[in-house]
């Protein structure tokens, strides 16, 4: 049953080794270099919203802070060094960030309701978008060079970014609810609001609804969601994460759940879909059997595998395999609460941001200050491969 | 003779093989099978160090890594389980100790009618002429012309043949179900043969009973058997057979031939201690030694499986791949369902389980609370 496996094999552990590597060839040696994670040397000095590695350039990374400034690292090619490149200040703390049409290119979204842009190189920054009430999610879709963010006054913005000539003033759709998390694929967008509400709109929808607004006649404009679903999970969504294959999306919540689900609205794709809990710890024993719940604040879905990592209020970042429902791996424990993950577009990395998470009714001297961290994992060849369903 | 008990080890030869807890595979010894381990299932996936036991690679990970193991690589499904202690075959569990023996026997049994099915040999130590007859078998004079049938076309086809200067090498099309089988004969363990027998069936499920049975029922009432029926099954590795079987009814048309096999006395050999246990499957009431004749043989899709699977080859592999499939089907009843999609099930029954979240508010995102904070809000410069 195992290719390569027979009865001659009676080597010591140590020579068999030597044989093997000398025959497995490149293969075998990267699968034995150990993975190896470091800490980035200057942190955020406050709490992080989100962090991000750029799509197109695997080694850039962008953090937004709760202190008011966006980060951009460079994770040293081959070395443990991830080098602070540059601060953005902002006028109010950042609760997200994404990279635009290129490496030089981010958006924010700040708690002084606005969407900016911003110029990584010269650091120029341009007000994209202002809505009413602090912006709690922005993303770009380089598919249809379209930017979108989310707001708590219970709106999307949508700006056609691709065309310079076109209205400053963005095109809006109003939310039933305030919206928590967002992600886009390929083709999707989803947002998830509260009283598990989740829309998900089409892009090449809104492309052609773009393409005839002109700044004026937004009331004759009416984009509907694509779909319309109640979460599969009981309580707040936390995050939202697309598959990279366009084929879904997974949701979590504040209580220690994950869902995977599927776009097409057929009576077997919907079939497919599934939660599962994660993230928990049995309390102490004084306690009795009471199992402690997590939020799974940050999820992301691996460039080349496919399979998923969640990060959690317990500190620790487990691998999913989406299609075989397994986990694959969990890593360690984080000194803090994971708030942000991220895999570099090549997969090479997994960037993980931990920060003092929230114990309910002990937000007033919240701070994250020194217990900020973000740990760059570089993953093994296989590390984040899935097995296949079994 | 020394080779051949090399072709047909006998059951305790089988039974002392050493095997691996987590995939169910043989060797030959137990050195093989400690490599075995070490490269397959205790091998770190990180620097490829071999460690001796899945404890030893999980402690390994959490601390040359700093990563949790979760299960113990390409075992079956539910032996990937890392409290087990597994050291060759030092730590397999008792009943799962006993399950793998009672399925040695089961193929070992199966394997061995077979071949005497399809050679006709007798037992050991029993001379030709006081053994059955090699073939009874009554036919129907339909049958009978068939079968004249077919002998007169293959005689022709041979004439012809010789005629065209080729040799057609004589092969018996369904006259004996023995030959049939021949090609399994050297492996004994051969899973799509010993599938094939409408006696062994459920073979993969583990029936509490030897394959032989199904012959019983031919036997004149009163049978021959020395020392009576047998209370309870078991085997023997070198057990004598009853003087003479009977001619009278003869298996139905188209049976292979397991069923002209004679009964086996009891006796007690030291594997029998494994048997007692054995869950009565199908013949509930079981206690004088009478089986139904009606023994299931409806196959299930898993049987076909399986019979499809092994006939592929004969290597010890494919031994080990059906045993594999043999045992998954039941084990995924018993035990890894209950990981698995009835974990869910079950996780949903027990929601009254004390929970308790860190984050409890479904309404107020963390995220607007901090915003609300003096600390985090926006104050808009008085221009």
Not at chain 2, 211 to 236: A, E, M, T
Request: charged share 25%; hydrophobic share 35%.
């Amino acid at each position: 049953m195992a290719p390569g496996e027979n009865e001659t094999d009676v080597q010591t552990p140590r020579k068999r080794l030597i044989i093997k590597s000398a025959t497995g060839g490149p293969k075998l040696t990267s699968t034995q270099t150990p993975a190896t994670q470091f800490e980035v040397a200057e942190p955020p000095k406050d709490a992080m919203s989100a962090l991000v590695f750029a799509p197109d350039a695997a080694n850039r990374l962008l953090v937004s802070s709760w202190d008011k400034n966006l980060y951009l690292y460079e994770v040293g090619e081959g070395t443990d060094e991830t080098k602070l490149i540059k601060t953005y200040p902002h006028r109010a703390a950042l609760l997200n960030v994404c990279f635009g049409a290129n490496e030089n290119e981010a958006f924010t979204a700040g708690g002084d309701m606005r969407v900016m842009r911003i110029d990584l190189e010269t650091g120029e920054q341009t007000v994209i978008s202002k809505h009413k009430e602090p912006v709690r999610c922005v993303v770009y879709s380089r598919e249809h060079s379209i930017l979108i963010s989310a707001s708590w006054d219970l709106t999307l913005h949508i700006h056609n970014l691709a065309d310079r000539s076109s209205p400053s003033s963005p095109l809006e759709i109003k939310l039933p609810g305030k919206p928590h998390a967002m992600s886009t694929s390929p083709s999707k967008v989803v947002v998830a609001m509260t009283a598990r509400l989740v829309h998900i709109y089409d892009l090449p929808t809104i492309a052609a609804a773009l393409a005839k607004f002109d700044g004026t006649n937004a009331a004759e404009i009416d984009i509907q969601p694509w779909q319309q679903r109640e979460s599969s999970l009981k309580f707040l969504t936390r995050a939202v994460s697309c598959m990279p294959n366009d084929a879904g999306y997974a949701t979590s919540s504040i209580e220690g759940r994950v869902a995977v689900e599927w776009f097409e609205d057929t009576a077997e794709s919907q079939a497919r879909k599934y939660a599962f809990k994660c993230h928990r710890q049995a309390a102490p024993e004084e306690e009795g059997s009471i199992d402690i719940v997590y939020p799974v604040h940050a999820l992301a879905f691996h460039p080349v595998y496919g399979t998923f990592a969640s990060g959690g209020g317990d500190g620790t970042v487990a691998l999913w395999d989406a299609e075989a429902k397994r986990r694959m791996r969990q890593y360690q424990k984080f000194p803090e609460s994971v708030a942000a993950l991220s895999f570099s577009s090549d997969g090479k990395y997994l960037a993980i941001g931990v920060c003092p998470g929230f114990e309910t009714g002990k937000m007033e001297d919240y701070t994250g200050e020194g217990r900020t961290k973000v740990f760059i994992r570089e993953l093994g060849e296989t590390e984040a491969k899935g097995k296949g369903p079994k | 003779m020394g080779k051949k008990k090399r072709a047909h080890p006998d059951v305790e030869e089988l039974l002392a093989r050493p095997w691996c807890y987590y995939c169910e595979r043989e060797f030959e010894d137990l050195k093989l099978l400690i490599s075995h381990q070490k490269a397959k299932h205790f091998k770190c996936e990180r620097c490829g160090k071999r460690l001796n036991t899945a404890g030893g690679l999980s402690v390994h990970m959490n601390q040359v890594h700093k990563e949790s193991l979760n299960c113990v690589e390409n075992a079956l499904p539910n032996r990937q389980a890392l409290d087990i202690e597994i050291f060759g075959v030092e730590g397999i569990p008792e009943d799962i100790l006993q399950q793998h023996n009672q399925r040695i026997i089961q193929n070992y049994y199966t394997a061995q009618a077979e071949r005497r099915a399809a050679t006709g040999n007798p037992p050991p130590g029993q001379s030709r002429g006081q053994g059955p007859a090699k073939k009874i078998k009554q036919e129907t004079p339909d049958e009978l012309k068939q079968r004249l049938a077919a002998h007169r076309a293959k005689l022709a086809a041979q004439k012809a043949a010789a005629a065209n200067g080729t040799v057609i090498a004589p092969e018996a099309q369904g006259q004996s179900p023995g030959q049939g089988v021949s090609a399994n004969f050297h492996n004994p363990l051969i899973p799509g043969s010993a599938a094939d027998l409408p006696g062994s069936r459920d073979l993969h499920q583990i029936s509490p009973f030897p394959p032989p049975q199904p012959g019983f029922p031919y036997l004149p009432p009163g049978g021959i058997v020395p020392g009576g029926v047998p209370g309870v099954p078991s085997y023997s590795p070198s057990q004598t057979y009853p003087p003479s079987y009977p001619p009278g009814p003869s298996p139905p048309p188209g049976a292979s031939g397991a069923f002209n096999l004679p009964a086996r006395p009891p006796s007690n050999p030291p594997v029998t201690s494994a048997l007692p246990q054995r869950p009565p499957y199908y013949y509930n009431g079981h206690g004088n030694g009478t089986p139904t004749p009606a023994f299931p043989r409806s196959p299930s899709t898993v049987d076909d499986l399986v019979v499809n699977a092994g006939r592929g080859g004969d290597d010890i592999d494919q031994l080990i791949r059906m045993a594999e499939a043999g045992i998954k089907p039941q084990q995924q009843k018993n035990g890894a369902a209950e990981d698995g999609a009835a974990g869910e099930k079950k996780s949903k029954k027990d929601k009254e389980k004390n929970t308790r979240m860190i984050y409890g508010d479904s309404e107020i995102s963390p995220e607007e609370k901090m915003i609300a904070e003096p600390r985090y809000r926006f104050v808009a410069e008085v221009a």
